[in-house]
């Protein structure tokens, strides 16, 4: 306590000068006494004032043990005895200040309350603090205003503002640095919590203007991809690890868009625009300059790729059969070049920390074999039939599609015969 701020005349506890005693109940069914003064009391509490003033009133106030807390009160009690500009000084915690708020409120001290809420209005709170703060100024009025102006909901399109701002955040070219890399994660978190729909709507409505605005986030970051990988043959000899570290981090960017754009309808764009640059991508990584250099690239490339044909095996949208073939086509040779060579690659190297996992390989497995069944006959077999005839058989494995593929073409040929009858055998040969 501040001694310059304490009065001369009186102190609190001091029996000899005391008039007044405060008690309170504690748990153990004990009274804890406090020696105060009846003119410091009624000049800084309307509670005292009433007590003091009633006829029968005596030289002891009981207080309840089930609506005071001993810590706060005893500071509380401290705190009329102190002057008016050693008050602001008397917190270091949002704990004591909402206690004494608590206490404060039923006791009428209105000086201290102001002070309590200047104090928590000033200072940051933890979740669980934010709800107690709720209940502590719910009855207080006009007094609790610049607390609850923390907490009044935000308008919609002061939300979307925000969404929009952080979403043109990351998908500016211009940061890509890794000093960022924190603030991004930061900010992608924030933009997924906006847009989760559970028990609560989200804090976003995806309208025309967020999609708009996401679209060219689409556009801008995979052009910037292509622009990065189209340098790594020329700059590779020079610094193969600035630039791949660069490529990631924009790699990491689309990923985590590719989680983002089925909760705002833009699932198709983002397929659309991966298939679009797929040849590109492929012919760049695929060089010969870069055969043994970025295995951190060319996995994240295949973690990539995995959600990307995750997405159209499970039907999260429809994409046109040409489309399918040639997003199937197109990486199915990589996938299946890379598997083997990130496996001897970690042979030969201990701890080679880049072989895909386990996880890895069956989603990506998985999701071939249920694009491959979704195909039309003659695509199902021209690809069964590249698979058999492949070096690398083992992955992705697709028995199972052949199995399924040699079921269906018996039972097809089975109903044509029972629909057509014996006589129209010769006609079909499937």
């Excluded at 003064?37 to 007590?51: C, N």
């Excluded at 207080?63 to 008050?87: C, I, P, R, T």
């Excluded at 890794?178 to 709507?201: C, F, G, H, I, N």
């Excluded at 074999?369 to 058999?388: C, F, H, K, Y």
Aim: contains cysteine; hydrophobic residues 40%.
């Amino acid at each position: 306590m501040d001694k310059a701020g304490v009065s001369k005349t009186y102190k609190l506890g001091d029996p000899i000068t005391s008039d007044i005693i405060v008690q309170l109940r504690n748990k153990e069914g004990r009274y804890e006494q406090f020696y105060c003064h009846s003119s410091i009391l009624t000049k800084k509490s309307k509670f005292f004032v009433d007590q003091l003033c009633r006829p029968n009133s005596t030289n002891c106030i009981e207080l309840s043990a089930s609506v005071f807390d001993y810590e706060y009160l005893n500071k509380l009690l401290g705190m009329l005895y102190l002057s008016g500009e050693s008050l602001p000084d008397s917190f270091d915690f949002v704990r004591i200040a909402l206690g004494v708020l608590q206490t404060a409120t039923p006791l009428r001290c209105e000086e201290i309350s102001k002070i309590c809420i200047q104090y928590l209005e000033a200072v940051p709170w933890e979740d669980k603090e934010e709800e107690e703060i709720l209940n502590a100024v719910s009855g207080l009025g006009p007094l609790a205003t610049p607390l609850l102006a923390r907490i009044q909901p935000v308008d919609i399109s002061d939300t979307k503002d925000v969404f929009l701002s952080a979403i043109s955040f990351l998908m500016c070219t211009s940061r890509t640095s890794p000093q960022l890399d924190d603030l991004k994660t930061s900010m992608r978190e924030q933009v997924d919590y906006m847009l989760v729909e559970d028990e609560d709507a989200p804090l976003v409505i995806v309208d025309d203007e967020v999609r708009a605005e996401m679209k060219i986030g689409i556009s801008t970051i995979f052009s910037l991809f292509e622009k990065e990988m189209s340098s790594f043959p020329h700059e590779v000899a020079f610094r193969s690890e600035k630039a791949e570290s660069k490529v990631l981090r924009i790699l990491l960017d689309i990923e985590w868009m590719s989680s983002i754009v089925p909760k705002m309808d833009l699932m198709m764009e983002f397929i659309s625009t991966w298939i679009d640059v797929s040849d590109n991508i492929l012919r760049i990584i695929q060089d010969e300059k870069l055969d043994m250099i970025m295995w951190g690239l060319k996995r994240k490339l295949l973690e990539v790729v995995g959600k990307v044909l995750e997405a159209v095996s499970c039907g999260t949208l429809i994409l046109p059969v040409p489309a399918r073939v040639q997003l199937f086509t197109t990486w199915l040779p990589y996938i299946r070049k890379m598997k083997p060579l990130l496996e001897s690659k970690g042979s030969e190297e201990l701890g080679f920390p880049y072989k895909m996992a386990d996880d890895l390989c069956h989603s990506t497995q998985s999701s071939i074999i249920s694009m491959v069944l979704a195909l039309p006959v003659q695509e199902q077999t021209d690809i069964l039939a590249d698979w058999i005839q492949a070096d690398q058989v083992k992955f992705p494995d697709l028995s199972e599609a052949l199995e399924v593929w040699c079921c269906r073409t018996k039972s097809t040929k089975r109903r044509l015969m029972v629909g057509f009858g014996e006589v129209g055998n010769a006609a079909f040969s499937l």
